[in-house]
């Protein structure tokens, strides 16, 4: 919003002491930001003078330009009594009193005007157009002022308002009464402590015998007031103070008619559209548009509507899209001498959906989409047709239409301490009384509390914090210490937080770099990893508005983010990747229970919240892990070698050893893993997770290079088993005994049950290590040779021959009954 100060002081009585600067920040302190202070963009001189002479001049390049003399006062002339400019425009003629600026002055840009050979001529200044000084208007028409408004010399930049200073401020979509003079003088009178002139302050006389109207939609029109003007003049000017203000605020001057309007909406905040009488056909209704209707707005365009938009028609059809623009058959026009003012109130979501839905932006949909003070209609027309009366002659027509009235706002409850308890700055009773009536809020005390009814204009206020807030915007945000809330009294992490922490340590450990990746999916992911149709991987939890399509659910696997992130770091040259996520998935109900909603306008009860979790779909948290390239780094010691499957599983082993959970490692087959390179992590039974090598197809969908593994294994299951602390490790200061067995089995046993069989043979086995797997000659066909190193040992003695030799014997029948496994010789 652009806000002349000049027009600004005359709404309120600001001493002369207060610089536009302190203005600016006392303002910015009171939420209303300041982006810029405009003004002082033309320097040097710059003139009124008058066309003496125009000789229109062809060239060979086809354009026709004007040798002008001007005469830009007795000052600035030359001795032959002007100066001579070359101009391209084709707007003016010889008489007219425009605008030059001379040698020496900078137009806005920092355009340097100096004397220069053109066309033939030295053109010693440039004749202005209104794009040329910052002016809004036709960036190829040169501004032709009044006749009578200057004389050849007088200074243009006083003439045309460019030395004023104008406050360009950032209005929050929340603060919509601040689009307007009377909604920054109110808050600024409020910052000031100052008297305010409320220019809405209008006598409106009582409502009858006016044009006729019906309001067939009231629940988007709750208010419609219209005012008609005779005998208007068209052709006068509009004063050369309104048209200032108005390209000041950032807008066009077009015709006094037009002009007036924009002007009482800049003033007041309330958008007004006026209507050439002569051209209206009967009653105009407020009504929905129906599907297919067509309506020519102003701006030329055509456009097909719908039963979302609401229009205003008379007995010929449309003639209005409601309070976004115009129609172009109603339109102002240079013969309109009887205007029909209309000033209505439009619920915002309303227009907000029409201005998109047309991709067509105005100044008054910017207003009604963050709400219009729906008390204004009726004295928003009487201003108009003041105005236009006063400037353009005619009179006020007896009568006038009202249809709806401003409903009234509901009182909100707050204690009279809340201001003071929220902000921690001691603000007695009389502040906050004071604070909230200068915000045009009706306040009754009783003993500690406060009844507060916000105005008609403040949408924005409706539970007690939005009035903590109006109080301390006048008390000022910088009284508020900068003190940090003590913490709460608490418990310390949660078991599942330590054991969350505790597994992160280890897998950063192991070489693992963390990554955190967005948990969206789609069938594309899925693909990818070659799941099958029915795989229950593919049922997600679907979003309402998704952030990609192709991603329109939350994922179900850490894979696909994990390997989106793989690809993108092998793509940028690193060779050695090994990547770790330990995050959420998001597993859709079975029993399909949806998630109510709720409104915005108070918190939930307990109630609602427990149907809230009770819908929310499972999030457990797993840990995913990829890895490519060398595992163990090449270099002086000896190469290296690239990560194995077995890599893999056994990192899972080691997180699962340090939560002291026992799980068995099975051989699987299932996507996205290596049919016979994959083992399934199971735990108490339950498969829990799988790790292995990723599928060839896998790899050639990702542009993965080859014997990429991974692994993902549900966190929440491992740390619900876990004790949090693990038995304590006992030691024994007497020697081990060691001994080898090399057994011959079904190559489809694995060698984690044969070794978790060993372990569990005797109570002396301390440990048991695979050391050696072989298939040849030397083995019948369809069997393996596993070699294992068994520790035995006592606690409280050394063992004897015969314990040594019993608890072998005892692991050689254990292996032997549950595998079929044979002692190689």
């Not at 808050?187 to 409106?204: C, K, S």
């Not at 502040?431 to 045009?440: F, I, K, P, S, T």
């Not at 696997?557 to 998935?585: F, K, M, P, Q, Y």
Request: charged residues 25%; hydrophobic residues 45%.
């Amino acid at each position: 919003m652009r806000v002349p100060v000049e027009w600004l002081r005359e709404i309120v009585a600001l001493p002369d002491s207060i610089t536009t600067e302190q203005l600016a920040a006392r303002l910015t302190q009171f939420d209303l930001k300041l982006e810029e202070i405009i003004g002082d963009a033309v320097t040097g001189p710059l003139v009124a003078g008058r066309v003496v002479s125009l000789d229109k001049e062809p060239q060979k390049n086809g354009k026709t330009i004007n040798w002008c003399r001007v005469d830009v006062g007795t000052e600035h002339n030359d001795e032959d009594g002007g100066r001579g400019i070359v101009c391209g425009a084709h707007n003016f003629v010889e008489g007219d009193l425009v605008v030059v600026s001379l040698p020496g002055a900078v137009l806005p840009g920092g355009f340097a005007i100096a004397a220069r050979k053109t066309y033939g001529h030295v053109s010693d200044g440039m004749i202005c157009s209104g794009a040329e000084l910052g002016v809004p208007g036709d960036a190829d028409g040169i501004i032709v002022l009044d006749p009578g408004s200057a004389q050849p010399g007088d200074d243009a930049i006083e003439l045309l308002g460019l030395g004023a200073e104008v406050l360009d401020l950032e209005v929050n979509p929340d603060r919509g009464y601040a689009l307007s003079l009377r909604g920054v003088g109110r808050d600024t009178a409020l910052a000031y402590g100052l008297e305010f002139a409320d220019p809405a302050d209008i006598q409106v006389p009582s409502s009858g015998g006016g044009y006729p109207i019906r309001v067939d939609d009231s629940e988007a029109c709750p208010v419609f007031a219209a005012r008609a003007v005779t005998g208007f003049d068209p052709t006068l000017p509009t004063p050369r103070w309104m048209a200032q203000r108005i390209e000041q605020a950032g807008m066009r001057s077009i015709s006094l008619a037009v002009d007036v309007t924009n002007y009482v909406m800049l003033e007041l905040g309330h958008p007004i559209h006026g209507y050439d009488r002569a051209r209206l056909q009967g009653t105009i209704v407020v009504r929905r548009a129906t599907d297919g209707e067509k309506l020519t707005t102003l701006d030329g365009v055509v456009r097909s509507l719908s039963a979302a938009d609401t229009v205003i028609v008379d007995d010929r059809g449309p003639i209005g899209l409601a309070g976004v623009m115009g129609g172009e058959e109603t339109e102002l026009s240079e013969s309109t001498t009887d205007i029909l003012i209309e000033a209505a109130h439009w619920k915002a979501p309303m227009i907000a959906r029409t201005a998109r839905l047309h991709k067509l932006p105005s100044e008054a949909s910017k207003r009604y989409e963050r709400g219009v003070d729906p008390a204004l209609p009726a004295r928003a027309t009487q201003r108009v047709a003041e105005l236009l009366v006063e400037h353009g002659g005619g009179v006020i027509e007896d009568g006038l239409t009202v249809i709806g009235a401003a409903t009234g706002r509901a009182a909100v409850e707050m204690t009279i301490d809340l201001p003071t308890r929220v902000s921690g700055v001691d603000i007695d009773a009389a502040a906050v009384v004071e604070a909230l009536e200068g915000n045009g809020c009706e306040v009754a005390l009783d003993h500690e509390s406060l009844a507060v009814t916000p105005p008609s204009w403040r949408f924005d206020i409706n539970d007690p914090n939005d009035l903590v807030e109006e109080v301390l915007r006048v008390v000022g945000y910088d009284q508020v210490p900068s003190i940090l809330p003590v913490a709460p009294a608490g418990r310390g992490l949660t078991v599942a937080q330590k054991l969350r922490r505790r597994a992160g340590t280890v897998l950063a450990g192991e070489g693992l770099i963390e990554v955190l990746t967005f948990p969206f999916a789609g069938t594309a992911d899925f693909d990818r990893l070659g799941l099958p149709a029915d795989d229950a991987r593919r049922r997600q939890v679907l979003l309402e508005n998704p952030l990609s399509a192709e991603e329109p659910g939350m994922t179900t696997t850490l894979l696909t983010g994990l390997l989106r992130s793989l690809v993108l770091n092998i793509g940028r040259g690193h060779a050695d990747v090994h990547l770790v996520e330990s995050g959420r998935v998001f597993l859709p109900r079975a029993d399909g229970v949806e998630a109510p909603i709720y409104g915005v306008d108070r918190r939930p009860t307990i109630e609602e919240i427990a149907a809230l979790e009770a819908a929310l779909p499972d999030q457990p948290h797993h840990v995913g892990l990829v890895m490519s390239g060398e595992w163990v780094r090449s270099g002086w010691a000896g190469p290296g070698r690239s990560a194995t499957w077995g890599d893999a599983i056994a990192v899972v082993q080691r997180l699962a050893d340090v939560l002291h959970v026992k799980i068995e490692i099975q051989p699987a087959q299932t996507m996205p893993w290596h049919p016979g390179r994959c083992a399934a992590v199971v735990l108490g039974g339950r498969i829990i997770g799988h790790a292995g090598e990723l599928h060839p197809q896998v790899l050639k969908a990702y542009g993965l290079p080859a014997r990429v593994v991974a692994a993902e294994v549900d966190l929440d299951a491992l740390i619900d088993a876990s004790p949090e602390v693990g038995p304590r490790p006992e030691f024994s200061a007497f020697p081990v005994a060691k001994e080898d067995l090399a057994l011959t089995i079904d190559e489809a046993v694995s060698a984690a049950a044969v070794h978790d069989t060993l372990a569990g043979a005797s109570p002396l086995i301390e440990s048991v290590r695979l050391f050696d797997v072989y298939v040849g000659d030397q083995v019948p066909a369809g069997k393996k040779s596993l070699a294992f190193a068994l520790r035995l040992r006592a606690p409280d003695r050394t063992l004897t021959d015969d314990e040594i030799r019993t608890a072998r014997e005892a692991a050689v029948a254990a292996v032997g009954t549950r595998h079929d496994a044979t002692l190689r010789a």
